[in-house]
């Protein structure tokens, strides 16, 4: 098991960035891929973006493409989401995953382990 702890939410305008952090702690973090999910208010969770165990491959939601940049530091136990040009749309809790799996990953059930969530709200 890892347990995984996100931060770096916030209140913030339309057009601006957030960078979203997930500290992991418990196992061994490099075994892992990684991924964000998100969940709004009365929506269902969906998924956002993923990332392999080395990094080399990553994926993304088409409704953040372009704007949301995924990327990991396995020496720091920590994956990042850099987002940019936030819309109100984006307005979710934004939750961290980790699987030993390297496929499906654009599905939160081949996740095991999740983090609390960290709230990023965007203002019009």
């Known amino acids: 098991q890892v347990q995984l702890v996100e931060s770096g939410g916030g209140l913030v305008q339309a057009g601006d960035s957030l960078r979203l952090s997930c500290a992991a702690s418990g196992h061994t973090f490099s075994i892992y891929s990684m991924g964000w999910f998100r969940q709004g208010s009365g929506k269902e969770r969906e998924f956002v973006s993923a990332i392999s165990w080395s990094g080399g491959t990553t994926y993304y939601a088409d409704s953040v493409k372009g704007r949301f940049t995924i990327s990991r530091d396995n020496a720091k136990n920590t994956v990042y989401l850099q987002t940019n040009s936030l819309k109100p749309e984006d307005t979710a809790v934004y939750y961290c995953?980790?699987?030993?799996?390297?496929?499906?990953?654009?599905?939160?059930?081949?996740?095991?382990?999740w983090g609390q969530g960290t709230r990023v709200t965007v203002s019009s």
């Open positions: 995953a980790a699987t030993r799996r390297s496929f499906l990953l654009l599905r939160d059930v081949s996740y095991d382990n």
